[in-house]
């Protein structure tokens, strides 16, 4: 089914991946699993899932730093399964960048409520054709308004682009060749640094500390990444001069 969401079961005991994997197949959830933490970007690249069930655990790489690896590029929602109920495991775990925790052995209905909750609770994008919202943000297309916070920031034409384009991308980390393409029409040559100053802009303007970022990230290396669930402060808003 195409609206089936997409889960990434990181679990190196083939029984306990075979009856995970089987029982949210069975919900109608659609599931890709690896056994190894050297395998899994690689495998979240191409997949695409919307949460990670992902074991401490692992051969290749610990499930502990395929956390962190991941929450250098996304911030899709991540469950910890780990066979020792050790309250530094799990503070670990979640300093990390998980968003919970489940104790081995783990039991079908408590896990689905835990991943329904954790999906429910995640802050994603209210996509229509025209507008995006995340917590107190809202961004317009038609008529290229930005509130937040119940402020209207005036952006302009370049500037609105820019966020849209980040925005419509939340999660993801978008390279500058793709940032080019899209709204410049061509190539990037290398040199030109205009979109790491319209970000740093941005991060004036929405108040976001350049020197220890939550809602605008530059990736070194990769590019740009808008955090859908950054956007629930209290701060005020700046506004352009």
Not at 193 to 219: E, G
Request: charged letters at 25%; hydrophobic letters at 40%.
């Amino acid at each position: 089914m195409s609206n089936q969401q997409r889960i990434l079961l990181v679990e190196d005991d083939p029984i306990l991946a075979d009856w995970v994997s089987e029982y949210l197949t069975e919900q109608h959830y659609n599931v890709q699993h690896v056994d190894r933490g050297d395998l899994v970007m690689a495998a979240f690249e191409q997949f695409k899932p919307e949460l990670v069930l992902l074991d401490v655990m692992l051969p290749g790489i610990s499930g502990i730093e395929v956390c962190r690896q991941l929450r250098e590029h996304s911030v899709v929602p991540i469950i910890m399964l780990t066979a020792r109920a050790d309250e530094y495991d799990e503070v670990i775990g979640l300093e990390a960048g998980a968003n919970d925790y489940v104790i081995k052995p783990v039991r079908p209905r408590a896990l689905l409520a835990r991943i329904k909750n954790t999906l429910q609770n995640t802050t994603a994008a209210e996509i229509t054709n025209e507008q995006l919202n995340f917590g107190q943000l809202s961004i317009n297309q038609q008529s290229k308004r930005v509130i937040y916070q119940d402020n209207e920031i005036e952006l302009s034409t370049n500037l609105f682009s820019f966020l849209w384009f980040l925005a419509s991308n939340a999660g993801q980390v978008i390279d500058r060749e793709s940032v080019f393409q899209a709204l410049k029409g061509r190539e990037y040559d290398g040199l030109d640094r205009r979109f790491d100053v319209m970000l740093s802009t941005l991060r004036k303007l929405f108040k976001d500390d350049p020197q220890n970022p939550k809602k605008f990230k530059t990736i070194w290396g990769k590019g740009y990444l808008f955090v859908a669930d950054a956007w629930h402060g209290t701060s005020q808003t700046g506004s352009p001069e």
